[in-house]
């Protein structure tokens, strides 16, 4: 199994408050993605990064923000949780991404956070 | 945009019995194609994939083939077990590294 590790796993949090989810891994991987998953919509990009302090918006980027200080660490705050951002959150690393020729880049996926916003 | 388009579940069957999970994609070029499991309580992990037409990934008995005529990526399994009981996911890859995930079937297998 790649080493992706998600913390915490579980948490429960008012309306308001900012929140900060963490992707760790060992694999050295220089691409790392946060997905949120919800029923009737599967999964969903909201940021990515290419590396260190290098991120980019996916398709539902707002009200969330990222950080990558470190090749290992990328960071997903949700600056004032609103209860439309109650899900399940994937982090996911790859190897290399675009531009390096390689079709078909696997990409490998952490345990996922519950998060629920009350 | 680029998009996929996977059969709504859930489905539910039988040990041994033959299963088709059916999924289209939308994209412009040649996309990679992804079959993702989701078992219950972890994260997606992938189990097989083609990145150019008529190429068949196969995995754990599983095979889906790259139909570019058809733009389709159908999962085949000839005889599931119960531990096949999961939530499958058909996902593109276009131009980028951005995965583009179906909305994802579930499957449920009864002995």
């Known amino acids: 199994d790649a080493g992706i590790t998600q913390s915490p796993r579980h948490k429960v949090t008012e309306t308001g408050t900012p929140v900060t989810?963490?992707?760790?891994?060992?694999?050295?991987?220089?691409?790392?993605?946060?997905?949120?998953?919800?029923?009737?919509?599967g999964l969903r990009l909201i940021h990515y990064s290419y590396g260190?302090?290098?991120t980019d918006k996916g398709e539902v980027s707002d009200g969330y923000s990222v950080s990558r200080s470190k090749t290992e660490d990328f960071l997903l705050t949700?600056?004032?949780?609103?209860?439309?951002?109650?899900s399940v959150y994937f982090c996911a690393i790859s190897e290399s991404g675009r531009g390096t020729g390689?079709?078909?880049?696997?990409?490998?996926?952490?345990?996922?956070?519950?998060?629920?916003?009350? | 945009g680029d998009s996929v388009t996977q059969m709504e579940g859930p489905v539910t069957l039988?040990?041994?019995?033959?299963l088709t999970i059916n999924c289209t994609y939308t994209a412009t070029g040649?996309?990679?194609l992804f079959w993702y499991v989701q078992y219950p309580g972890e994260g997606l992990q992938l189990l097989l994939k083609a990145t150019k037409a008529d190429d068949k990934g196969s995995n754990k008995?599983?095979?889906?083939?790259y139909r570019k005529e058809t733009t389709s990526f159908h999962l085949e399994k000839g005889s599931v077990q119960v531990s096949d009981s999961a939530v499958y996911f058909c996902a593109l890859q276009g131009g980028s590294e951005k995965l583009v995930f179906g909305?994802?079937?579930?499957?449920?297998?009864?002995?």
Request: include cysteine.
């Open chain 1, 21 to 41: 989810l963490r992707c760790h891994q060992t694999e050295n991987h220089r691409y790392m993605y946060w997905y949120r998953q919800d029923p009737g919509h």
């Open chain 1, 52 to 54: 260190v302090k290098d």
């Open chain 1, 78 to 86: 949700l600056e004032s949780a609103t209860s439309s951002q109650t």
């Open chain 1, 102 to 118: 390689k079709r078909g880049e696997t990409q490998y996926f952490g345990p996922g956070t519950r998060l629920l916003v009350l």
């Open chain 2, 14 to 18: 039988s040990e041994e019995a033959f």
């Open chain 2, 30 to 32: 040649y996309p990679s």
């Open chain 2, 61 to 65: 008995g599983f095979e889906a083939t």
């Open chain 2, 103 to 111: 909305k994802g079937t579930k499957l449920t297998v009864n002995p």
